[in-house]
């Protein structure tokens, strides 16, 4: 009986420390991009596009954590009464600081987040498709932007190692995004985002090594 005792608590300590060492997961990540200019514009308004990327997520228990991403996003406004649209279509690299409320391994993990955006302009485009950033030696808009992005959401686990990932975010513009000397314009967009992460390993913040499963 006292054998039997011993064996099912090296169990339970075994399946405890194995699902808390279990601290990085990896997934999809698809979302809504509302977007606008800010500065020196008039005329526009909010336009909506397409976010889809992936991203990597660490959290501890100590409810710290952080989300490394590499998204598509589609960035810019209506102009013209609506009639017309800017659309800036960036590649984004969020590095996103990030804090858990609750108590690890909750199934419920309400979070916050804070961190700086990359961002790498792809393709500048008319609400017909048309190139609308000049040739080569003429370029209209930035090749890069830098920004801050802040918000907040919840993962929920959905079985064993398996969480759906929700956020609500807004993300800044801190640099001109465009190549005219008579006006300085920054992005600005809300963004709703739903991702699923599944587990990839343990990483050991003593040693800064990442083991897969």
Not at 30 to 36: E, K, P, Q, T
Not at 73 to 78: S, V
Not at 111 to 124: D, E, R, S, T
Request: proline share 3%; with cysteine; charged share 15%.
């Amino acid at each position: 009986m006292k054998n039997c005792i011993f064996l099912l608590l090296a169990v339970v300590f075994c399946s405890s420390r194995a699902q808390a060492q279990e601290n990085v997961s990896i997934g999809p990540l698809v979302g809504l991009s509302i977007a606008n200019f800010r500065g020196d514009v008039s005329n526009t308004d909010w336009k909506p596009g397409l976010t889809i990327g992936g991203f990597y997520n660490y959290s501890s228990e100590s409810g710290f954590g952080f989300s490394g991403q590499l998204l598509f996003t589609q960035l810019g406004a209506q102009i013209n009464n609506k009639t017309n649209e800017i659309n800036l279509n960036y590649i984004q690299a969020p590095l996103l600081a990030t804090f858990f409320f609750g108590r690890y391994g909750d199934r419920v993990r309400p979070k916050i987040f804070l961190g700086p955006n990359l961002n790498f302009l792809v393709g500048a485009r008319d609400k017909n498709g048309n190139n609308i950033n000049g040739d080569s030696n003429n370029r209209v808009y930035a090749p890069f932007d830098l920004g801050l992005t802040f918000g907040g959401g919840l993962n929920y686990r959905l079985q064993e190692k398996i969480w759906l990932n929700f956020d609500v975010r807004y993300g800044v513009g801190l640099l001109d995004v465009t190549r005219l000397d008579n006006s300085k314009i920054r992005n600005n967009n809300w963004g709703i985002n739903v991702g699923l992460s599944f587990p990839l390993g343990t990483y050991n913040k003593h040693t800064g090594r990442l083991r897969t499963r």
